[in-house]
């Protein structure tokens, strides 16, 4: 059977796409590679699945396992996904692979990361009792092996495909199970609940009877994601598995031959009902133009079933956060400033926002051409973040919607990508010219299409205090248009983690605007 975990993609969708692959790269460690004639093996078990998202053919994913010398099984599988995203086309592609025991336990894995750009992200990893050593690397960035944590009890790809035919299937029947995360880079627990058997609905528009079976990841931090629901039969084998994506819809897996999962010409063709960017946008009641004008706009937020809904968004100097009731917040959010043109003396730098990361690849050779290019000469830290606001909002011409999340060293050579790409490649060449700076993430107004749309821009670090800079528009400043969710400096990650918490306030979030403020030489509106 088929699980989240090990292959999960929810926070990858959610958080406007990615996309992973594995192979079976020989890892260095104490498995020699497969010999050449180990593809004849005949499999132990294998699967094609159609995969719908709102109702679209959006891609397929394919699984196999087999038999490997000594007393082990290679296990892989791979998924590809074709979306729309403002109206251009992203391909994701997520391959993983393994040996594992028929007992289940990992002994090697590699996963490789595709997320509609140049370079690939490839994690092979060798467990080794307690710990697994992961070696890291993506285009030209330097190798990084380390040593994580590892819990024996995470169950390898042929052990989930095999979870349910060893039991019993009856209503009530719960047990847990753990597994390596590919969104979390971490081995986490799941709790499986088996309910009634009902009818659903399958490809070709026929309809059986199922075990409905929830699975259901452990909290992480206060953020709970939704179940996968796997519709099961009575040999444990499943037919079905779908997951509710808030703010994108349901992602439906039907398993099925290759000819139904595979559209003829490998080509898959998109519904544009199932643009994952507009499904995203967030209506307003109204709005307003040259929003990066405004002194102040306030907002009147509605957020259903949220815990601590004073924590939904930032609240410091530039955005205040009053609670109206347990499912309301006001928010007043204010053009922010240039600082005072005295630079204090003796102010300690935080170094954790000087530091190079897996995305903000500060010392990287073309990023820090780039910062050195942009800032020449100047001394002035405030100006040289400026200077580098609006060399990369003027290099960057190509809006990428097709990439994911690319990191600042890919930017830095393609110079293309969407918002997400502008701010770390401005966070990055900031920090190579000595400026502290992190990311911004939050919602930005889209006049033309009256709403909110889930954005990210750059912050920098000026005497004590943060001040907001958006390369994608370069105006040196950002005003009332922007709604800060959260910030983060990305060290000692290379996955999503930092942005899970925007997964919160997806499809429970409303926004109205209740007011708006220009400045006094604000241009006709």
Known sequence: MRQQGFRSTWLLLGLLGIGTSISLAQTSGTLEKAPAQQATTAPLSEFWEAIYLQGSHVGHSHGVYRPFRGNLIQSSEELHLSLTRFGQQMKMDFRFGMYESPSGKIQQFTIRQSMGREDELVRAGVVEKNTVKITK?????????????WNDEALGLYAMEQLYTKRELKPGLEFDFKTFSSDFNTVLNYHVKV???????????RNASFWRVAVKLQKIGDVQLPAMICWVN????????????????????????????????NAVIVNPGADIGFSQLIRVNRSFTNFNQTKSVQY??????????????????????????????????????????TTKAGVKLPAEYLRSSHFITSDDPQVQRHAKAATGNERDPWQKALMIESYVHRKMTNKDYGKAFATAAETARTLDGDCTEHAVLAAAM????????????????????????????????????????????GQGHIAGGHVKVLDAHWNDTDSFLPLLPVTRLLGKLKMDVLSVEYEANAPPR
């Open 234 to 265: 009575d040999k444990g084998e499943v037919f079905k598995r779908e997951q509710n994506i808030p703010g994108l819809g349901d992602l439906v897996f039907f398993r099925t031959r290759k000819d139904r999962a595979i559209p003829s010409g």
């Open 300 to 341: 009147r937020v509605k957020l259903k079933d949220f815990e601590d809904i004073a924590t939904a968004f930032a609240n410091e100097a530039r955005q205040e956060v009053k609670v109206v009731s347990k499912d309301e917040l006001d928010i007043i959010s204010r053009r922010q400033h240039a600082p005072p043109a």
């Open 137 to 149: 690397t993506q285009g030209n960035q330097p190798v990084v092996t380390k040593n994580e944590p």
């Open 195 to 205: 309910g009634e058997q009902q009818p659903t609905d399958l490809l070709g528009g």
């Open 430 to 473: 900031c920090r190579v010219v000595g400026i502290p700076s992190r990311t911004a993430i939050g919602l930005i107004h889209v006049p033309s299409e009256r709403a909110m749309c889930f954005h990210m821009w750059f912050e920098v670090w000026i005497d004590g205090q943060w001040y907001s800079l958006d390369a994608t528009l």
